[in-house]
Nanobody, 122 residues
Framework: QVQLVESGGGLVQAGGSLRLSCAAS????????MGWFRQAPGKEREFVAA????????SYADSVKGRFTLSRDNAKNTVSLQMNSLKPEDTAVYYC???????????????WGQGTQVTVSS
């Protein structure tokens, strides 16, 4: 079992920045691929970014590429999402996820945090 807790969400104006953090506990953190997803009201949960178990392979959704950066610190069992140049359409609940495999599909992840709200005002 892996427990994930997100933090760092909040209210920010368009063009601003936020840094989300995810703290993991339980089984060895480095054994899992890590992903960030988000879900806005009335929408499906969508892929944001993911990192392989090694951290050497990172992918981003086209909508956030160049603005968001995922990083992980296996020694501290944490993964972060630096979000710059935020837009109102980035408003959503952001979730940290862990999975043995890892892909852009939410179904490929085994563990999820409770989410943290990010609101971007225009």
């Amino acid at each position: 079992q892996v427990q994930l807790v997100e933090s760092g969400g909040g209210l920010v104006q368009a063009g601003g920045s936020l840094r989300l953090s995810c703290a993991a506990s339980g089984r060895t953190f480095s054994s899992y691929a890590m992903g960030w997803f988000r879900q806005a009201p009335g929408k499906e949960r969508e892929f944001v970014a993911a990192s392989s178990w090694s951290g050497f392979k990172t992918s981003y959704a086209d909508s956030v590429k160049g603005r968001f950066t995922l990083s992980r610190d296996n020694a501290k069992n944490t993964v972060s999402l630096q979000m710059n140049s935020l837009k109102p359409e980035d408003t959503a609940v952001y979730y940290c996820a862990a999975g043995v495999g890892g892909s852009r599909s939410p179904g490929s992840y085994d563990y999820w945090g409770q989410g943290t709200q990010v609101t971007v005002s225009s």
